[in-house]
């Protein structure tokens, strides 16, 4: 469980307002953009110690503080539960923004590090795969459904070579009922590796992490994604008719049948008969040690720079700005209300 904010007893000032605790971070370099917010380095004052601080602006979730709230109590659910899971170390309020403080994965993204490996190979693909299935069966243990699986959101701890897995950027997850998997309605999730039930507004719960499980799989081991179309429209015409291919041949010449059954049994249209995290990890891919036949690296670096990052990018940028809860909400000038208990603000120098 991540620590409480710091409880300090402060006079009020003369304006009922409290005064401004000091913070015990100052900000750094940015390091990239997640659902609903920036993450930024955050360098702990008294020890030097690097982290990553997610920081939420208070205007733009005006009327949707609740998707924050949502993932602070996730995070504090799952920190420091589960290894190949991102860790919530503290979390406070300034006047401007909301600040989670996680682990700095120094490791990178994982297309990052395919970009910088010498080689890689299926075994290679397989250890990334398994821990972030791991990763994903303790949520589904604790009816938490991620719902943003993606290449971005799966991060190196270190640079060392044996590193693990991280799960990050909670930012959509939500916990449901144990009674029903299929109970959340709202469209969300990356373009390309949302289920088919998302897209068709069926209602949807844990399947719908197996299924992007499925889609990263196809695109660490060729490059590319497997429903990929000339428009957004034909993509997911393909997702729900489940329209992919092993294709080019080339492509997938020196991959195990093996690892072709693990992703047609997690690219199942019924979200009932797809794979669960727990018989996934008893798949005879997961659990076999294929040969390091074939350098699997330069067939599929060359097809992420070619076909698929800078196009997922861009459609990820759109599909955020479409989403229902940015469409024609009005900026408010003031702050949110604070969804802290603990009312105290720290000083920060805000951007």
């Given at each position: 469980?991540?620590?409480?904010?710091?409880?300090?007893?402060?006079?009020?000032?003369a304006?009922?307002?409290?005064?401004?605790?000091?913070?015990?971070?100052?900000?750094g370099?940015?390091?990239?953009?997640?659902?609903?917010?920036?993450?930024?380095?955050?360098?702990?004052?008294?020890?030097?110690?690097?982290?990553?601080?997610?920081?939420?602006?208070?205007?733009?979730?005006?009327?949707?503080?609740?998707?924050?709230?949502?993932?602070?109590?996730?995070?504090?659910?799952?920190?420091?539960?589960?290894p190949?899971?991102?860790?919530?170390?503290?979390?406070?309020?300034?006047?401007?923004?909301?600040?989670?403080?996680?682990?700095?994965?120094?490791?990178?993204?994982?297309?990052?590090?395919?970009?910088q490996?010498?080689?890689?190979?299926?075994?290679?693909?397989?250890?990334?795969?398994?821990?972030?299935?791991?990763?994903?069966?303790?949520?589904?243990?604790?009816?938490?459904?991620?719902?943003?699986?993606?290449?971005?959101?799966?991060?190196?701890?270190?640079?060392?070579?044996?590193?693990?897995?991280?799960?990050?950027?909670?930012?959509?997850?939500?916990?449901?009922?144990?009674?029903?998997?299929?109970?959340?309605?709202?469209?969300?999730?990356?373009?390309g590796?949302?289920?088919?039930?998302?897209?068709?507004?069926?209602?949807?719960?844990?399947?719908?992490?197996?299924?992007?499980?499925?889609?990263?799989?196809?695109?660490?081991?060729?490059?590319?994604?497997?429903?990929?179309?000339?428009?957004?429209?034909?993509?997911?015409?393909?997702?729900?008719?489940?329209?992919?291919?092993?294709?080019?041949?080339?492509?997938?010449?020196g991959?195990?049948?093996?690892?072709?059954?693990?992703?047609?049994?997690?690219?199942?249209?019924?979200?009932?008969?797809?794979?669960?995290?727990?018989?996934?990890?008893?798949?005879?891919?997961?659990?076999?040690?294929?040969?390091?036949?074939?350098?699997?690296?330069p067939?599929?670096?060359?097809?992420?720079?070619?076909?698929?990052?800078?196009?997922?990018?861009a459609?990820?940028?759109?599909?955020?700005?479409?989403?229902?809860?940015?469409?024609?909400?009005?900026?408010?000038?003031?702050?949110?209300?604070?969804?802290?208990i603990n009312?105290?603000?720290?000083?920060?120098?805000?951007?």
């Amino acid at each position: 469980m991540a620590p409480n904010p710091p409880s300090v007893v402060i006079s009020k000032s003369a304006d009922n307002q409290p005064p401004l605790l000091p913070c015990p971070y100052r900000t750094g370099k940015f390091l990239g953009q997640g659902s609903y917010a920036k993450v930024k380095e955050a360098i702990e004052i008294e020890t030097g110690k690097k982290f990553a601080a997610k920081v939420i602006n208070k205007e733009f979730m005006a009327g949707k503080e609740m998707l924050f709230i949502n993932e602070l109590n996730i995070l504090k659910k799952v920190s420091k539960a589960h290894p190949n899971l991102v860790t919530l170390h503290s979390y406070f309020e300034t006047p401007l923004n909301w600040y989670l403080i996680m682990d700095l994965c120094e490791g990178g993204e994982l297309f990052d590090r395919l970009y910088q490996k010498g080689t890689f190979y299926e075994k290679d693909a397989i250890n990334v795969i398994k821990q972030v299935i791991e990763g994903i069966a303790y949520l589904h243990d604790n009816n938490i459904v991620h719902r943003d699986i993606k290449a971005e959101n799966i991060m190196f701890r270190t640079k060392d070579e044996d590193s693990e897995i991280v799960i990050a950027d909670f930012g959509l997850s939500r916990f449901i009922n144990n009674d029903s998997d299929r109970m959340l309605q709202t469209v969300c999730g990356t373009q390309g590796y949302m289920a088919p039930e998302i897209i068709l507004h069926k209602g949807h719960g844990k399947p719908v992490d197996m299924w992007a499980i499925g889609v990263l799989t196809f695109i660490i081991l060729s490059g590319y994604c497997p429903f990929s179309g000339e428009t957004v429209a034909e993509e997911n015409n393909n997702i729900v008719h489940c329209n992919y291919e092993f294709e080019p041949a080339e492509f997938w010449a020196g991959i195990s049948e093996n690892a072709k059954d693990f992703i047609r049994k997690l690219l199942v249209l019924d979200p009932e008969k797809r794979m669960t995290a727990h018989e996934a990890l008893q798949h005879e891919w997961i659990i076999s040690k294929p040969a390091e036949a074939v350098d699997l690296l330069p067939t599929v670096r060359d097809n992420l720079k070619k076909k698929f990052r800078k196009a997922v990018i861009a459609i990820n940028v759109v599909n955020r700005l479409r989403t229902p809860q940015n469409v024609g909400r009005p900026i408010t000038r003031s702050p949110s209300p604070s969804p802290f208990i603990n009312k105290e603000k720290l000083n920060v120098k805000e951007e």
